[in-house]
């Protein structure tokens, strides 16, 4: 196939829906964990989940880099503006998140703090050539797809001599989380969670590759199959995974070859390994503390550390009362299993990240109109919130 038109082919889909009802074991269930936001939003766009049989599900993970972030480290960024004067760059899905007393990074631009939305670290580092008589901060956010132009711009900044630009550096890690989830009293004790299987990343993969899945794959006993974003991609890797359940394998398949090869970018990896190094743990949305998830800035390039260039206080802030983001991220809860979804909250009127980043499942869920009817209002939602 050469164009993405054929990745959405009505045909095929249904080709594949056949061959998924035809193997899937109707004795059992089959319930495969999307890790990545972007897999949520292509299974409720094209209405994957309504092609498959009563007994596969996908349940939604963690991997939306803007919900799972804590609100304490989007304090931190507006402490940084706010506080210490500073021009803070990030990326758009960071504006409107919300974050402590109902407040945003939006907010605090629209009440006068010099917050910046970029489209790239490079973009940041123009605005500190430009001014060079203000410091400027890049609110760095994502898993490892947006880490390497992270690093890329620490480096060039240190070439440069660029005194004024350094990083709040908020990078995290896609197989730690999915092991963290994996050892979590949900999926081990209490069997509240079931996981069977994973679709692994589209993009996270193409830097770091499939091998960095094999540990928890053989160690969990739980198959893995790297997927790309059109439909016809997640279609195929739920067969793919259909299959090594049936056959009790737990290897790490590669449905995304197109893009994604074993050793992934070497390149974007050793740029990433010069400047970052593993934070001993982090905390995340949803998750808790995870060890081992993030990243921080190295020594040789500490100067261009937010952290250790201003005072940032601490914040442990909690999530929005009635607010099930934490639960929906571990894949315990669903958006409509929230009393505020779309009656209080909505994307208009976002009260948890879930509803406002563009990969987010409650936005997902909402924005494709497949369950806008959960959210009407009733006399005990209106109580609820
Ligand atoms: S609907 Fe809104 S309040 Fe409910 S979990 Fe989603 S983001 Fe949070």
């Not at 998750?287 to 998830?293: A, E, K, M, T």
Request: with cysteine.
């Amino acid at each position: 196939m050469k164009y993405v038109d054929e990745f959405r082919s009505r045909d095929l889909a249904q080709g594949l829906a056949r061959a998924i009802r035809a193997e899937a074991d109707p004795a059992r269930s089959y319930n495969l964990m999307e890790f990545c936001g972007g897999h949520t939003h292509a299974i409720f766009r094209y209405g994957v989940q309504d092609l498959m049989p009563d007994n596969v599900h996908f349940v939604h993970g963690p991997g939306c880099p803007v919900c799972v972030l804590p609100i304490g480290r989007i304090d931190n960024a507006m402490e940084l503006a706010e506080r210490h004067g500073v021009i803070l760059c990030t990326y758009g899905d960071m504006m409107r998140v919300p974050a402590g007393r109902r407040r945003s990074l939006l907010k605090a631009k629209a009440e006068g703090a010099d917050i910046r939305m970029v489209f790239s670290t490079q973009d940041a580092l123009a605005i500190a050539r430009k001014n060079p008589e203000r410091q400027v901060v890049f609110f760095a956010i994502g898993f490892e797809t947006t880490t390497p132009p992270t690093a890329l711009a620490i480096v060039q900044a240190a070439a440069e001599g660029l005194e004024n630009f350094s990083v709040f550096c908020n990078h995290v890690l896609t197989p730690a989380a999915i092991q963290h989830i994996l050892e979590s009293p949900e999926v081990r004790e209490m069997g509240t969670l079931s996981i069977d299987g994973f679709l692994g990343p589209s993009h996270v993969s193409s830097v770091i590759g499939s091998r960095p899945y094999e540990f928890f794959a053989e160690e969990f006993q739980r198959p893995v199959v790297i997927a790309g974003f059109e439909p016809l991609d997640v279609m195929q890797a739920a067969l793919m995974l259909i299959r090594q359940l049936n056959e009790g394998r737990h290897e790490v398949e590669n449905q995304y070859r197109r893009v994604v090869t074993p050793e992934g970018n070497l390149k974007a990896q050793a740029l990433v390994a010069e400047v970052l190094e593993l934070r001993r743990s982090f905390q995340w949305r949803g998750l808790g503390q995870v060890p081992y998830s993030a990243l921080k800035i190295k020594k040789p390039y500490a100067a261009f550390d937010a952290e250790l260039r201003f005072e940032i206080t601490p914040s442990d802030r909690g999530d929005v009362k009635g607010c099930q983001c934490p639960a929906i991220l571990r894949g315990v809860k669903k958006p409509t299993d929230c009393k505020l979804f779309g009656t209080i909250c909505t994307p208009e009127n976002p009260l948890g990240s879930c509803m406002v980043s563009s990969e987010g499942s409650c936005a997902a869920y909402w924005t494709y109109g497949r369950f806008r009817h959960a959210g009407e209002s009733t006399p005990e939602r209106e109580a609820a919130a």
